[in-house]
């Protein structure tokens, strides 16, 4: 139905216009019903007044048929009428035939009582109304011993009545007009009020949908009427809830990321210590046999090596960390960084790394971010495979994009891992430990970056994740940087 | 139907005593010198008119010295019984009667009206009818004053004897009203086509009310005849009383009060007349009666 596609604003008052008009037409019927009977009443002893009154004086001059007598009578009558006032009058005898009428030029004396008056006249004195003529037709019969004499017709000019009914008509029309209008307008005035709560609720979820979940500010809330509190309060809570979740997520990320550090931490240390046993050798060989000048030289090219060694990896470190969102170039070396990064993890987990490298030069990406992305998944891709199997890891550019495919000689990445890998980007961050924070973050970095990411089975088992980045143009990215 | 009626009217006079004693109580009383004069009016003039019948009253009682009793009645037929039974002293009647009742009757005064103790009947009908004389009105409803009347009767009567016919052959309906204002009313309303009516009331009517004649138009005016006169019974006629009353109607002229009346009756005066200015009258009145109804 059409009403139901209404809004409440519109619907309500709709409903009340359609109520009122129910009422009106209702009231307006029952009032000139009643109007109509009673003005009927009235015009009837009215008309039995005036006819009595006649009849009475009348009775010697019907039955001497004196034509003079009878007209005097009735124009004399007529002169002190009131306000409804007999148009015509007319005196028969028992024949029908006029002996005198009061407009003697219309109906002359000695004819017929003309049909307009025996037609409508059902029952001797009841009066019948006919609205279209504005006349109410009235037959008494004279009866004089008994017997009946003649008769008296009357014709009343019932405009002024009319008049009445019709003015009476035309105020409840215009009240019922008027009052419809008001409640109508109340209506709408009121469902607007009640329902700009809810619409400002509404609001608020909408943008829910689309942005922040924010709460609705305590003063806002105050405004409310009483009634909508409760949807606020509860909004206000699911809002305060989605915000905590949020901050928990962020924190949770941190703390990945630092656990990941961690564990490269863990992994730099092992590089570090390794050369320094051999170091701390050196010297002892050095004080010993310093004099010796092969050994010498010897041991000083082991020292040199190592802290070569050592130099490297906390150069990768210090590059790797040095800023959150460095908006450098990523270059080839950076992914040579990358390898040296997860290489201590990979020889702990017992991983081959196979590495490959194609870029040529400085590609117009953001160097963080990239190896943000790579190291997640390389890390990732370490975890899934088993000890003594290989991890392929390679990165290439085409004209517009970089290429990052990642295998690894696991079980299969599960469905949950994949949906969080490429899901949309409005899924929230999954909580706790080991829930695939990692490929949640690296969903959000490659959306950043504009990219997209594919899984798919790998050859010989395994998985295979492919992310594609565009290339920015090299203008807006001179702008960036 | 009225003709009857005023033949039956009558031979129920000359029969005399049974009308009489309706009237006794006027019959009674005495004549005696401070007993009050008897005057009776016929519906002759507006009867409505009670502030003239008031003056006259008063005029009269002054001008004799002795009160004065003024007697109206709704038909001349009733006046003229008063007066030939002598119930009354003296009467305004039509000279119709007077010459009915010739051997009963003295004259005791005739009004003057513009100069002669005369006026006319007039025939009258609706304003914009197309009728010139009486033959024009054959077959319509008529209306007529008294059956008593000689204006309002009579001589519309004598007319259709010269043309052979009687009103209840002449018209298809005719009615009386008992009074010349009566007349005048039903033409205006179309009650009646024709009305027979008193040319002095018609003109007197014309002025006072304006708006009742003007429906009206005067189609035929008859030749002069004798004024209504004021009568008495002959036996009566050189009584003191009727000298009196001569003299006070004869006078009324010289006194401010007698012109006051003169003036709402718009007469000039009353004269001493000679009886056979009723003879066109009485040839009338024998013209009728020659013609079967």
Redesign the interface.
């Known amino acids: 139905m059409m009403l139901r596609r209404l809004p409440l604003t519109a619907r309500v008052p709709l409903i009340v216009t359609l109520f009122m008009v129910a009422v009106s037409v209702f009231t307006s019927e029952r009032v000139l019903t009643r109007l109509a009977e009673t003005q009927e009443r009235h015009i009837q002893a009215l008309a039995d007044a005036y006819v009595d009154g006649l009849a009475l004086a009348l009775v010697d001059s019907i039955i001497r048929e004196?034509?003079?007598q009878v007209?005097?009578v009735l124009?004399r009558s007529r002169e002190k009428s009131g306000d409804i006032r007999p148009t015509e009058t007319i005196v028969a005898g028992p024949d029908d035939f006029v002996i005198?009428s009061s407009?003697?030029?219309d109906i002359?004396?000695?004819v017929r009582v003309p049909a307009r008056y025996v037609a409508p006249i059902r029952e001797n004195g009841r009066i019948a109304v006919d609205e279209n003529e504005k006349k109410a037709y009235l037959r008494r019969d004279v009866r004089y011993e008994s017997l009946r004499i003649g008769s008296i017709y009357a014709a009343l000019d019932i405009a002024p009545l009319l008049a009445e009914r019709r003015s009476v008509l035309w105020v409840l029309l215009l009240t019922n007009a008027l009052l419809t209008i008001a409640l109508a307008g109340a209506a709408w005035f009121i469902m607007r009020r009640m329902m700009r709560p809810i619409t400002l609720l509404t609001g608020y979820l909408e943008r829910s949908h689309t942005g922040a979940v924010t709460s609705i500010p305590d003063e806002i809330v105050a405004q409310v009427p009483r009634d909508h509190r409760p949807a606020f309060g509860a909004y206000n809570r699911l809002a305060s809830a989605v915000a905590d979740r949020e901050a928990l997520s962020a924190r949770l990320a941190e703390e990945e990321r630092l656990a990941s550090l961690g564990r490269l931490a863990s992994g730099m240390a092992h590089e570090i210590n390794n050369p320094l046993g051999g170091l701390f050798n050196a010297i002892d060989t050095l004080k010993r046999h310093g004099a010796d000048r092969h050994t010498r030289n010897v041991t000083l090219d082991l020292v040199d090596r190592g802290l070569k060694g050592i130099r490297d990896v906390v150069r990768v470190a210090l590059v790797t960390y040095r800023a959150e969102r460095d908006q450098r170039h990523l270059s080839r070396s950076d992914i040579d960084d990358l390898k040296r990064l997860v290489a201590p993890e990979a020889s702990r987990l017992g991983v081959l790394l196979e590495w490959q490298n194609e870029l040529t030069d400085t590609v117009g990406i953001p160097a963080t971010i990239v190896r943000q992305i790579l190291l997640n998944l390389a890390l990732n891709a370490c975890q899934a495979t088993p000890r003594g199997s290989c991890a392929a890891i390679s990165i290439a550019e085409t004209l517009v994009s970089v290429v990052i495919r990642v295998e690894d000689r696991g079980p299969g990445m599960p469905a949950s891992a994949i949906a969080m890998l490429i899901g949309g980007g409005d899924r929230p961050a999954p909580i706790g430990q080991g829930t695939g924070l990692g490929l949640w973050m690296t969903n959000r970095l490659v959306r950043e970056l504009g990219g997209s990411i594919s899984v798919a089975a790998g050859a010989e088992g395994g998985t295979v994740v492919t992310v594609t980045l565009p290339r920015r143009k090299e203008r807006e990215f001179a702008h960036v940087a | 139907m009225a003709l009857r009626m005023a033949i039956d009217r009558r031979r129920l006079l000359r029969g005399g005593g049974s009308l009489a004693a309706s009237f006794g109580v006027l019959g009674a009383r005495a004549h005696a010198a401070d007993a009050p004069l008897r005057f009776a009016l016929t519906p002759v003039l507006l009867t409505s008119d009670l502030v003239m019948l008031e003056a006259l009253k008063d005029y009269l009682a002054r001008a004799m010295g002795r009160p004065v009793q003024l007697v109206s009645r709704r038909t001349y037929q009733e006046i003229t019984a008063l007066l030939v039974t002598r119930q009354v002293d003296a009467a305004w009647i039509c000279g119709y009667p007077f010459v009915a009742y010739r051997k009963e009757l003295a004259l005791v005064a005739v009004p003057v009206w513009r100069g002669k103790p005369l006026y006319q009947s007039y025939l009258i009908g609706r304003a914009g009818q197309k009728a010139d004389n009486l033959a024009d009105l054959a077959g319509t409803v008529h209306a007529f004053s008294d059956p008593d009347s000689n204006s309002g009767y009579l001589v519309t009567c004598a007319a259709l004897a010269e043309m052979g016919q009687s009103p209840g052959r002449f018209f298809s309906h005719f009615f009386y009203t008992y009074g010349h204002r009566n007349v005048v009313r039903a033409v205006a309303t179309g009650l009646a086509v024709g009305g027979s009516v008193d040319g002095y009331v018609y003109d007197v009517l014309r002025e006072a009310e304006p708006a009742l004649c003007a429906d009206t138009r005067v189609i035929l005016k008859s030749e002069l005849l004798g004024f209504p006169p004021i009568a008495c019974p002959a036996a009566e006629a050189q009584s003191p009383t009727i000298m009196q009353l001569r003299e006070a109607l004869i006078t009324m002229p010289n006194d401010q009060r007698g012109r006051d009346v003169l003036a709402m009756l718009r007469l000039d005066g009353f004269s001493n007349e000679p009886p056979e200015l009723f003879d066109g009258i009485a040839r009338k009145m024998d013209l009728v009666r020659g013609v079967p109804p």
């Open positions: 004196d034509v003079w007209f005097d124009d005198a407009k003697p030029l002359p004396s000695h």
